[in-house]
DNA sequence: TTAGGGTTAG
């Protein structure tokens, strides 16, 4: 083998020898025949500047930088050299600190120095710095020039400021294919499908251009976002026309639009045309079955790579995690061992994808545990976690890691608020909902439709019905989310008239209703008793909008028959439903059987939801209630007994009032606050007041638990106390809210019915179903609920 | 010496 054009510390094998690997910086002195004769202040500038490039292009930085240092009054170009190796070695922010330090020394940038410039501010996100840049470009004279432009245009868009972006494009004098590209890809990275693909025809038309394997693959990318399979199709026949169809990367990208649209078929057809494949083109294919609810295949795909000498890599883990939430855990942890065996862990995409997929399989723990271990962690890692805590009912939490992460200097974006926003509907935290939509309003997110839409639905959840209505109607984008939202917020609240006319509003204004907006309207029918009304739009949405009811509005149905009494036609319509029903249905006939006092009933819907859920609680609850308003103690022990055999606690009853910013909570029988004494005092004198006897709320049912139970009277439940503490605390007048974690009780709705007449006040309890709003004695919900 | 996106997480 001849050994001439080995490195000098090479061996004849060409492996780099021990002993100059224990020789300290020895590439200073290998880069240039003129380092080793001459010291670095000696060389003349073309030598400079040839060594420095050799150094660069080998990506060795520090030798630059020596040779730089020691270079007296480099010029414009040497500084360009030195900011463009940083930049290409990924070594931002020392790209950036040489740009500094090149205007401090009074070197002006010039058109090669920008590109590198935005490059780095984009690495770094630095929008701050890179708004900083394209100012200094007006001064210097270079805002027009086509290579810094075209870097703008990259820079806008990956920061999410398209319409920056498009300004930066129109302006330019001369366009290139790269401008046209940069400006097709930056709708794509914006979600912008459409435009994407109204400007790569625009390309051609205004440009004469002829589109390159960059501006397909960016097209194609949008055809995937909008889910059009036949500009898909169209995008197909110019690749073939144009003799890109043998371009593998081409190939790949049309491969994934055909599976991103839905078309797997196509894509399992050109995959098998393809004369070369390589892992991308496998993952494609596998994230393709995945996302297509085709595990199986995706599964197999493994084997067959391997057939085809292809190993997996990160991706191929990453794409197959999705077929998990089908397959089962067992799968997932499946691929997160293999990918622990093939060392693809530590990487950021996958432990998120690993993180994503416990939480979706439910185990939380797991996900926890890999997100603490992270050693990198991006801002969709927060967002996977927060969502992981969101998915699983853990709220408090959720919003501690939210808390977490705008400390840490991270910006939260979209995804970050959409996550967020259910954990403080759920929380039903007025003081909590406030903050974060004062926070929302100040941040970029704050005219945004999906973000919106999240705060009417938690305002309604948090009991502020009005706040909800004040969004929802300022709101310039109206989707059918938002009106869905509405409806179903005024459902909530027991005002289905209301709801009814918003739903007549939408109608009018051309919006075609959907499945949930049917939920929607469904619910505030059957929560407000609007019997005939449910029934007239449970028919139009099969007759006249052709949609098929799903469970939710035959849920909602089972609610409203039960409404009406008739227990037999509530059974009956529940046997002839086309979907097996779930317990939510038979708790509604078990709701409906409590309202007719008919325990038989209530004991066959039990049954069937002890069948499917023998752990629901609230079903043991109210069946042993039930038992017990009919003095039946041996049926009430038996319950009882049964709840200990399967491990089920009853729900510790708690109401919350939100009073000055903080919130009080009581229990039963609660005299834990310091005006205990005087609220429980305030609620005897009210109890005499609407009349109540000592039949009707001092009276416990089950003998065996008198005396030593004083806390579970009626007039000591926690929601009474809650109510009470409102009256003596707020202002006269003013209405009173109060939330409750489970469903109020016979007793104290009726009471508080009374207590909302006796007071002159507006009382709102809000507990696990519906909003009882009581006025007058009267409560919204016609005491069914 | 200068611009660029085949598959990948929320």
Redesign the pocket.
Known sequence: MATAFLPSFCNNSGNISPQRLLDPQPHLLSASNDLKTKPPSKLNKASVARTL?SYIDSGRMEGALSLFETTKKPD??LW??MI?GYA?SEFYQKAMDFYHRMQAAGMRA???????V??SCIALSSFDEGLKVHGRLFKVGLDS????C??LI?MYSKFGLVEDAERVFDEMPIR????W??M??GY?LNGEGWRSLICFREMQEASGLQH????V??AL?ACSLEMSANQGKEIHCHVIRHGLESD??????LL?MYC?CGKVFYAERLFQTMNQ????????LI?GYALNNQPHKAFACIVEMQADSIGP????M??L??ACQVRGISHGKAIHGLSIRKSFLP???????LI?MYAKCGELGSAEWLFDQMTEK???????MI?AYVQNGRNMKALEVFLNLCNRNLEP????IS?IMPAYAELASLQYGKQIHSYVLKSKYGSNTLVLNCIIYMYARCGDLKTSREVFDRMVCKDIVSWNTIIIGYGYHGHGKIALDLFSDMKSKGIQPNESTFVSVLTACSLSGLVDEGWLNFNAMQQEYNISPQIEHYGCMVDLLGRTGDLKEAVDFIERMPLVPTARIWGSLLTASRNKNDIEMAEFAAEKIFALEHDNTGCYVLLSSMYADAGRWSDVERVKSLMKEEGVQKTTARSLLELDGKTCTFINGDMSHDQSNITHEVSDILSKGIGETANDSDFVFNPVEVGAKKASLPKRHSVRLAVVFGLISTTVGSPILVKKNVRICNDCHHAIKLISRYSKREIIIGDTRIYHHFTDGFCCCGDYW
């Open positions: 490039l414009t170009f360009n050299l463009r290409n010039d058109n090669f120095t920008f590109p590198f935005i490059k020039d086509l290579f810094i075209n870097s990259g290139d294919i790269v401008s590209n940069s097709i890809d794509v390159d394997r960059y501006g693959m960016s990318a593998i990367k081409v190939q790949t990208s994934d991103k494949r390589n892992v991308v083109t496998w993952n494609a994230g890599d990160a991706v191929t990453v794409n995690l999705p990487h950021l995409v996958l432990e998120t994808a994503d991006s801002l969709v890692s927060w967002n996977a969502a974006d979209l995804f970050t996550s």
